[in-house]
């Protein structure tokens, strides 16, 4: 039976089994129900209509979703604890899967869709702080196995939906994610049966400092908050309109264009297991990491503009491998904090900032195509915006301290 504890070094697994399985039952749950439902987009049409704006309406929910949890989540948690954060994050998914799953229209399924994503918008946010209660000893450890399995839920939904709905129908392929979310229910069940009467030992006085200032006011939790802008503005970017770029500007067939967006995706897997560990060891050199993300960023988006038709794929994977900032910024989250209240605090903090910025970036995108007809324009943009954002945030992270500290001085 699992339980937190001090930081003091011992065996991964060793007495808080059920919070190591919660956490890796989780993570593959969080990103189902983004990856699962646009390859089923054709299969669902042919049950009910589903016109553009309905599937935009679809695409807009995520990002806007993961920005609520980023604003609710911390309040939920300070009222019923991490665990019973976790459960009702869970429960909500349930309810959206099965609600798309049983769906009759493009309401039910844009309803079904809200829910879900809520759900994985808490969860998003509860998970640093969650691994920083139960893991203290193994934070870069355990962020980088749930990063880990979180990059494979992104891609692994995608690639079995069709499939799954070839055997037992598109209603079926969305209704499995509902099963793994029940099976993750169960450890979080017991963890709070077994703990709903423990204090906290992580959460010192100090904790009392974040609910009285906000984050807003730490200079290091904007600089979180701008690292993992960057990587969130350009993977919502790429998705929706990489495959699009890329048949244009390097004249690939649209099978290429989906293989290069996998890679792109697919990249994300060994740089979640890797960044979290070599960003504890950096210490408080971990900012030279947001400078080789930008100029991965600028050598990536420089051959795409000037080399489109040469070595393509080299440039998508430099651009997908400067987006080692994602798990770098949930890293962080727990290296520059003193305690699981603060981590909590800025993990919200730092995700409303990136996923506001990440919703905007798509439709902006489109506009600015529409207006100059360039995607030269587009990405040149997407380029100074990823450099820009990163400078600050390298160079307050330059500094070394932690938002506690910030905290307590403008209290």
């Given at each position: 039976?699992?339980?937190?504890?001090?930081?003091?070094?011992?065996?991964?697994i060793?007495?808080?089994?059920?919070?190591?399985?919660?956490?890796?039952?989780?993570?593959?749950?969080?990103r189902?129900?983004?990856?699962?439902l646009?390859p089923?987009?054709p299969?669902?049409?042919?049950?009910?209509?589903?016109n553009?704006?309905?599937?935009a309406?679809?695409?807009?929910?995520a990002?806007?979703?993961?920005a609520?949890?980023?604003?609710f989540t911390?309040?939920?948690?300070?009222?019923?604890?991490?665990e019973?954060?976790l459960?009702?994050a869970?429960v909500?998914?349930i309810?959206?899967?099965?609600?798309?799953?049983?769906s009759?229209?493009?309401?039910?399924?844009?309803?079904?869709?809200l829910?879900?994503?809520?759900?994985?918008?808490?969860?998003?946010?509860?998970?640093?702080?969650?691994?920083?209660?139960?893991?203290?000893?193994?934070?870069?450890?355990?962020?980088a196995?749930?990063?880990?399995?979180?990059?494979?839920?992104?891609?692994?939904p995608?690639?079995i939906?069709?499939?799954?709905?070839?055997?037992?129908?598109?209603?079926?392929s969305?209704?499995?994610?509902?099963?793994?979310?029940?099976i993750?229910l169960?450890?979080?069940?017991l963890?709070?049966?077994?703990?709903?009467n423990?204090?906290?030992?992580?959460?010192?006085?100090?904790?009392?400092?974040?609910?009285?200032?906000?984050?807003?006011?730490?200079?290091t939790?904007?600089?979180?908050?701008?690292?993992?802008?960057?990587?969130?503005?350009t993977?919502?970017?790429?998705?929706?309109?990489?495959?699009v770029?890329l048949?244009?500007i390097?004249?690939?067939?649209?099978?290429?264009?989906?293989a290069l967006?996998?890679?792109?995706?697919?990249?994300?897997?060994?740089?979640a297991?890797v960044?979290?560990?070599?960003?504890k060891?950096?210490?408080?050199?971990?900012?030279?990491?947001v400078t080789?993300?930008s100029?991965?960023?600028?050598?990536?988006?420089?051959?795409?503009?000037?080399?489109?038709?040469?070595?393509?794929?080299?440039w998508?994977?430099?651009?997908g491998t400067?987006?080692?900032?994602?798990?770098?910024?949930?890293?962080?989250?727990n290296?520059r904090?003193?305690?699981?209240?603060?981590?909590?605090?800025?993990?919200?903090?730092?995700q409303?900032?990136a996923?506001?910025?990440?919703?905007?970036?798509?439709?902006?995108?489109?506009?600015?195509?529409?207006?100059?007809?360039?995607?030269?324009?587009?990405l040149?943009?997407?380029l100074?915006?990823?450099?820009?954002?990163?400078?600050?945030?390298?160079?307050?992270?330059?500094?070394?301290?932690?938002?506690?500290?910030e905290?307590?001085?403008?209290?």
């Amino acid at each position: 039976m699992s339980s937190p504890t001090a930081d003091t070094p011992r065996a991964l697994i060793a007495g808080r089994f059920l919070a190591f399985a919660g956490l890796v039952l989780v993570a593959f749950s969080m990103r189902a129900a983004v990856a699962a439902l646009s390859p089923l987009i054709p299969a669902i049409s042919q049950s009910y209509e589903l016109n553009t704006a309905a599937i935009a309406l679809l695409g807009s929910i995520a990002p806007l979703s993961f920005a609520a949890g980023g604003i609710f989540t911390p309040r939920i948690e300070r009222r019923i604890g991490i665990e019973r954060t976790l459960i009702l994050a869970l429960v909500l998914m349930i309810v959206g899967h099965v609600l798309r799953a049983t769906s009759v229209n493009w309401q039910t399924l844009a309803l079904g869709t809200l829910s879900a994503l809520v759900g994985m918008g808490f969860a998003n946010v509860a998970m640093p702080p969650a691994v920083r209660k139960y893991f203290p000893d193994k934070v870069s450890t355990m962020t980088a196995i749930y990063m880990s399995v979180m990059s494979i839920s992104a891609f692994l939904p995608a690639l079995i939906a069709v499939p799954v709905a070839d055997v037992i129908s598109w209603r079926g392929s969305l209704l499995q994610w509902a099963i793994f979310a029940v099976i993750a229910l169960i450890p979080w069940i017991l963890e709070y049966r077994a703990h709903r009467n423990d204090k906290n030992p992580n959460v010192a006085d100090t904790a009392e400092v974040v609910r009285k200032v906000h984050p807003w006011r730490s200079p290091t939790a904007w600089s979180v908050g701008l690292v993992l802008a960057v990587s969130s503005i350009t993977g919502y970017a790429m998705y929706a309109w990489m495959p699009v770029i890329l048949i244009d500007i390097a004249g690939v067939t649209p099978a290429q264009s989906g293989a290069l967006l996998a890679l792109f995706a697919g990249i994300g897997l060994p740089l979640a297991f890797v960044t979290p560990g070599l960003a504890k060891r950096m210490g408080k050199h971990v900012h030279w990491l947001v400078t080789i993300s930008s100029l991965f960023y600028l050598v990536g988006y420089l051959g795409m503009l000037l080399a489109p038709a040469h070595l393509i794929w080299l440039w998508v994977a430099i651009i997908g491998t400067g987006c080692l900032e994602f798990p770098l910024s949930l890293t962080l989250v727990n290296l520059r904090t003193a305690n699981v209240r603060s981590s909590m605090a800025l993990s919200g903090f730092a995700q409303i900032v990136a996923y506001l910025s990440a919703a905007m970036a798509p439709p902006l995108m489109g506009i600015l195509y529409s207006s100059t007809n360039s995607w030269t324009v587009v990405l040149t943009t997407l380029l100074i915006v990823s450099v820009a954002a990163n400078i600050p945030a390298a160079l307050i992270l330059r500094r070394n301290r932690m938002v506690d500290a910030e905290l307590k001085l403008t209290a």
